[in-house]
């Protein structure tokens, strides 16, 4: 469970969106795990490192580091099945951060996640 919290935090903490709904920021986190639990660790634990603020259900990233789609992803060819929407998708997107790697994600879905679109 420690290794899902790191990673839903580095998610959180790479997030685009000058700010989202608490509702936004758990479809978001739900990319991670769909533990009720577990997401509001990750949601409690980015906060006390504030990598994120909460107030009256709106969560604001603070730490700016957005994910750079040169850098950040990596594409692999085969067959997958996105963790945001669950469509059978044949190239996957996965974003690397040092908790470890996050995907597959199709083309719109990382956008989304990441908070481009």
């Known amino acids: 469970m420690a290794e899902t919290v790191?990673?839903?935090?580095?998610?959180?903490?790479?997030?685009?969106?000058?700010e989202l709904s608490l509702k936004e920021a758990i479809d978001r986190v739900e990319t991670v795990t769909t533990d009720p639990a577990v997401t509001r660790r990750i949601l409690d634990t980015a906060e006390m490192r504030g990598v994120i603020e909460?107030?009256?259900g709106?969560?604001?990233?603070q730490r700016g580091q957005f994910v750079s789609f040169e850098a950040d992803v990596v594409s692999r060819e085969g067959e997958f099945s996105c963790r945001r929407c669950g469509t059978t998708i044949t190239t996957?997107?996965?974003?690397?951060?040092?908790?470890?790697e996050h995907g597959p994600f199709g083309s719109s879905c990382i956008r989304k996640v990441t908070g481009r679109e």
Request: proline letters at 3%; hydrophobic letters at 50%; a negative charge.
């Open 6 to 18: 790191e990673l839903g935090v580095a998610l959180l903490a790479h997030l685009e969106d000058g």
């Open 54 to 56: 909460r107030e009256d």
């Open 58 to 61: 709106v969560i604001r990233p």
């Open 92 to 100: 996957g997107y996965f974003m690397v951060f040092d908790a470890g």
